[in-house]
């Protein structure tokens, strides 16, 4: 969890290591697969943002965000934030415009052409990821206090929801409208919502029979989601060290993968390949993971360091995978220098045991109009919307409070 790191020794394990009710299953190679490039950029680095193009990565570091031009990763262009350490980057879908988030609680908008910073977003508590919405005219940023908050880019607050822990993790469906949300602390699951409405869709907590959380962490944090490229499911990234993957209608495990050591080593953020069939994870054991879509067997480890990775990407071409951690350092991987991952793709199946799954909630009503209200009902979640509101520019804001019963 961030702000309670702890440093834990990274242990190459060559046979099955049972973990509570999983096995961390060794990956096929031994030896980890050499990156095509990699540099310390930074005392410590936190993120990292593919254009849309493919052509250039963003990296968060201490203040700074370097942007890259692949495939020689030169920096092109050095921006100072001053937000302290930056976790949370994304590039608009035009690529015109780069937001990054940090320590510091603001979103900062920047051109991308020239580095200029065009707006200055105050979120209020430490921002740990954010996520623009496919049409481009919003993004939405999680912070450690709690706040989901949506803005639009020219700065005005479009809605805020209240969350059941912290805000670690965000993402937008490829076709737009719906989002996902994860937390930690006492909530530590995945929330779907629809930006329209404000309905929550569906929320999913998947707590590991036997794990149990080291001091200072939440239940199973959930620190990273990612819808895949064509919108059908959603990865996460568990504390616990797995990478589990749900349908995005029905929020039902398809897919779970033990990846990291559970608890100090736990999965941080996940990514998908362009192709949808390969997955990437990065954790605090200081590993850089892939794994086969449905095939929890078939993983390819490319990275171990002793500190923590703290976040990976898959450029959209499907071309290199970078990941960035503590120590500083970057790595790109060329994946057409690993066959398996830009081979056939294989047949699906599933391999992995069935579990009983959380009953679905049922949809909540969302009153209109009225003040604002707390609603609450033993073991459901509650979405409730305040009465219209207004701000200084006329458009209409919603609010939501989530509450836990």
Request: glycine content about 12%; overall charge positive.
């Amino acid at each position: 969890m961030v702000g309670k790191y702890i440093c834990a020794l990274l242990i190459a394990f060559p046979f099955v290591v049972r973990v509570g009710a999983q096995d961390l299953v060794p990956p096929k190679n031994r030896v980890p697969i050499a990156p095509a490039w990699t540099s310390k950029l930074d005392d410590g680095l936190y993120s990292v943002a593919w254009s849309p193009n493919g052509q250039l990565v963003a990296i968060g570091g201490r203040g700074t965000v370097q942007i890259c031009r692949v495939p020689d990763f030169a920096v092109e262009r050095s921006i100072d934030t001053g937000q302290g350490e930056v976790w949370g980057l994304a590039w608009s879908p035009d690529g015109m415009l780069l937001a990054s988030a940090g320590k510091d609680g603001t979103v900062q908008i920047w051109e991308e052409q020239d580095g200029k910073r065009v707006n200055k977003l105050f979120q209020g508590g430490w921002i740990l990821d954010l996520g623009w919405n496919p049409d481009g005219s919003s993004l939405m940023a999680v912070d450690y206090t709690g706040l989901a908050k949506e803005w639009d880019v020219e700065g005005y607050l479009r809605a805020s929801i209240q969350l059941d822990g912290d805000g670690l993790g965000i993402d937008w469906s490829p076709m737009g409208r719906l989002f996902a949300v994860t937390t930690g602390q006492g909530g530590s699951r995945l929330l779907l919502f629809d930006a329209q409405s404000g309905v929550l869709k569906w929320r999913r907590q998947d707590l590991m029979p036997n794990y149990s959380a080291p001091f200072g962490y939440g239940l199973d944090e959930v620190n990273g989601v990612r819808y895949s490229p064509d919108g059908k499911w959603i990865a996460t990234a568990q504390q616990d060290g797995r990478i589990i993957v749900r349908s995005a209608d029905s929020g039902d495990r398809v897919f779970a993968a033990q990846m990291h050591i559970p608890g100090v080593g736990g999965a941080r953020r996940v990514a998908w390949s362009a192709r949808g069939d390969w997955l990437a994870s990065c954790g605090e054991d200081g590993r850089v993971n892939c794994v086969r879509f449905r095939g929890a067997d078939d993983q390819i480890m490319l990275l171990s360091t002793e500190k923590a990775v703290w976040s990976v990407a898959w450029s959209p071409d499907n071309k290199w995978i970078v990941a960035v951690g503590e120590e500083g350092r970057a790595w790109a991987w060329a994946a057409d220098s690993i066959p398996a991952l830009t081979g056939p793709v294989k047949a699906r199946h599933r391999n992995e045991s069935p579990h009983a799954e959380h009953a679905k909630p049922k949809p909540s009503p969302t009153p209109k109009g009225g003040k604002h209200r707390r609603a609450k009902e033993s073991g459901v979640v509650i979405l409730v919307r305040s009465g219209a509101k207004r701000n200084t520019r006329g458009t209409r804001m919603l609010q939501y409070s989530l509450t836990i019963g």
